[in-house]
Antibody, heavy 114, light 110 residues
C-alpha cells in the first residue's frame, strides 16, 4: 500500500528545533515536498528533497530549514530550527512523481510555546 | 514569493457548476503549465485533484476540470455534490525549483 506515515505531535519552546520524519511504504525514490499549514490558514510550500539528497527551500526558511533522507529506511526528514510561535502549524510531507503532490502524509502538529 | 490569489469563497447549488480562479504572475502561473489543485476537508490532508493545469489523477471524478489563460488558472467543479464542499488550493511552479500555493477558496454547496 502506497502511503506516507509521519511522526507524532511535538511541543517545543521558542528557539528550539524540531525534526519531523516521513516514512514511505509501497514506493521509493521520489521527490518529497514539505508543506505546512498554520491554524486556520492556508497551505505554505516549504521545500523539497530529491532521491539523491539534493534539496531546495523556500526563501523564507533559508538558514533554518534542513531536509534529509535515509534511503535505507525509506524515510525523509524535515528539521526546522530557531522556532517561534509563528511556526506553530501542521507539517505535511508529500510525494511528487511529476508536477503534482499525489500522496500525502497524515500531518504532524508542531506547537511552539513557552 | 507571494501567494497566488484565490477568492476566499465560492458557492453553488447541487447540480450547478462553480469555477475558482487562481491568479499569479508571468513568473509562475503564466510561465509554466505546472498548476495543480488540491481539495482539503477540515482536519484532513490535502488531496490532488488536478495537475499539469488540466490532468486528472486516476480516481478523481471528471466533474473536476482545470484550465489556464495567461496568469490565471481555474478549477471548475460541474454537477456540484454535497461532498464537494471543502477548501480548494492551487499550486504553481514558480521557477528556480520553487513552488507557491494559492490563498485557498472555501466552496459551499447551498
Amino acid at each position: 500500500q502506497v502511503q506516507l506515515v509521519q511522526s507524532g505531535a511535538e511541543v517545543k519552546k521558542p528557539g528550539a528545533s524540531v525534526k519531523v520524519s516521513c516514512k514511505a511504504s509501497g514506493f521509493n525514490g521520489y521527490y518529497m515536498h514539505w508543506v505546512r499549514q498554520a491554524p486556520g490558514q492556508g497551505l505554505e510550500w516549504m521545500g523539497w528533497i530529491n532521491p539523491k539528497n539534493g534539496s531546495n527551500y523556500a526563501q523564507k526558511f533559508q538558514g533554518r530549514l534542513t531536509m534529509t533522507r535515509d534511503t535505507s529506511a525509506n524515510t525523509a526528514y524535515m528539521e526546522l530550527g530557531r522556532l517561534t510561535s509563528d511556526d506553530t502549524a501542521v507539517y505535511y510531507c508529500a510525494r511528487v512523481p511529476a508536477w503534482g503532490m499525489d500522496v500525502w502524509g497524515q500531518g504532524t502538529t508542531v506547537t511552539v510555546s513557552s | 514569493q507571494s501567494a497566488l490569489t484565490q477568492p476566499p469563497s465560492a458557492s453553488g447549488s447541487p447540480g450547478q457548476s462553480v469555477t475558482i480562479s487562481c491568479t499569479g504572475t508571468s513568473s509562475d502561473v503564466g510561465a509554466y503549465n505546472y498548476v495543480s489543485w488540491y481539495q482539503q476537508y477540515p482536519g484532513k490532508a490535502p488531496k490532488l485533484m488536478i495537475y499539469d493545469v488540466t490532468k486528472r489523477p486516476s480516481g478523481v471524478p471528471d466533474r473536476f476540470s482545470g484550465s489556464k489563460s495567461g496568469n490565471t488558472a481555474s478549477l471548475t467543479v460541474s454537477g456540484l455534490q454535497a461532498e464537494d464542499e471543502a477548501y480548494y488550493y492551487c499550486c504553481s511552479y514558480a521557477g528556480s525549483n520553487k513552488f507557491v500555493f494559492g490563498t485557498g477558496t472555501k466552496v459551499t454547496v447551498l
